[in-house]
């Protein structure tokens, strides 16, 4: 019976009391006990009725205890699907059904917005909080410390992670065993993780980029991580001198220049500073080297893919691109209507291909087939180009999309809403650039007929329903909005004219 991602991430630890998390205040998780929590967990899950390929739904806080319910999914073969804290009751109800998650975890505090949505959807709701407290932690912990790991193997579904869509509908993007498990391979060779790594984990878990890449890797390596809820400035400098490693999105990187504490001394026995998610600036690349004398690397990836490329670990880590294809991954750029791919140099459509590459969208075939070709390359939607030396350069994106702070908002989501508030006729929404987020969000309303849209009153009404880094920063009215001879409106019009609205 195997189960290759419980095997190689988790199981191989039985019996082992070595460190696995370092959590802020000094107290220690060994990889024992960690196992007999997700042990515990699993049992739950089975009392709950959940089978393998069944979907598990979790809003929880990043805690030991929020990983031990992505290491029992893996032991019982559920499909984790772990969601921003951030969504509103509305979004969460989306995913829910959608996916079909037999079981929801969620905060205490949101038991009872989310009790109806529970049961209108069919699944069962636990609560687990920040803290380990809980009805689903409480009742685990009459549960036996041992569980008969799930066969599964590396072509089944791992994971859902929802990722938006130009249409305003989410997606669930199905990662498998298998695409889990090559990337964080690779990755670990690629960056020379071992056991002796200490990782500065502060990024959310509910993303790729702080579950699969950051948390996997630890995994797969045997190192530790030292575990914090959050970032915050203050916790990350008290524990960079017990760190090795760090990953982040670039406002972390920018944030942390902002703070004179954050000096040369403090990173020496660091060797790795990773950024992805969103593009970083050159001079953030270049302040961070004059500051600490490190070289940030910084890779490229997505929600359905894992991390397709990466600056070197040895040899030049070139500020503004993203270094080189995976081993084992291949990168194109292409005209992605006729599929042909264009001369070196050129800009074009970044399409990849490989072992990391997801199923498909769950239950959208239509959306599965317009991104993900039949030979097997996707389609990221991401603009590039190759350099002379064949670093990929991220020159934009082809789809209609705002990264803030590595969230990514899809302005047509937030149009669908504002076009429904009173006194708007439509609206565009666009991103700009903002020196702690790197992009944000803007709102621009056309008022329908003579009416004034009431700014404070729509803020707020969107707010029900729209998590709080969705929402625009502004709302601007104008007469009308620019449109090509097509009808079609020129976000990129809007853009420059709005661009400085957040610049010092
Ligand atoms: C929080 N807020 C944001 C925000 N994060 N607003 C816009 N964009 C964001 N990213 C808002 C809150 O709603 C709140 O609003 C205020 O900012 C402060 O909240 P906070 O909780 O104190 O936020 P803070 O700690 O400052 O968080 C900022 C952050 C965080 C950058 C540390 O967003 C973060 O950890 N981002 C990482 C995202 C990530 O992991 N991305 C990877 C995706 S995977 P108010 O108004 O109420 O005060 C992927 C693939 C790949 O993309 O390649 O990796
Ligand atoms: P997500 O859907 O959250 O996985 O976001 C993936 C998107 O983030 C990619 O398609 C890119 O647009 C963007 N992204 C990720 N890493 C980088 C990077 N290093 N530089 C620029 N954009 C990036």
Redesign the pocket.
Known sequence: MANPLYDRLFGRYAGKTSVFLQLPEGETISHTAFLEMAARYAHMLRELGVTAGDRVAAQIAKSPQALAVYAACAQTGAVFLPLNTAYTVDEVAYFVDNSGARVVLCDARNEAGMTPMAQACGAALETLNGDGSGSFADKAAAMPTTFETVSRDEDDLAAF?Y?SGTTGRSKGAMLTQGNLLSNSQTLAEQWRFTSDDVLLHALPIF??HGLFVATNITLLTGGQMIFLPKFDVDLIISHLPGATAMMGVPTFYTRLLGDARFTKDLTKDMRLFV??????LAETHVQFEERTGHRIL???????TNMNTTNPYDGERRAGT?GFALPGVEVKITNAASGETLSQGEIGDIEVRGPNVFKGYWQMPEKTAEELRADGFFI???LGRFDDDGYLH?VG?N?D?I?SG???IYPKEVELLLDLEDGVLESAVIGVPHPDFGETVVGILVADGNRTPDIAGIQASIGKSLARFKQPQKLIVVDELPRNTMGKVQKNVLRKEFGALFQD
């Open positions: 992670l990722t993303h790729t950024s992805g998610s969103a593009p970083l910084e890779r490229y990836g997505m929600t359905e993203v990221t939607g991401d991220i994106r789809k999309l990264i590595g969230y990514n």
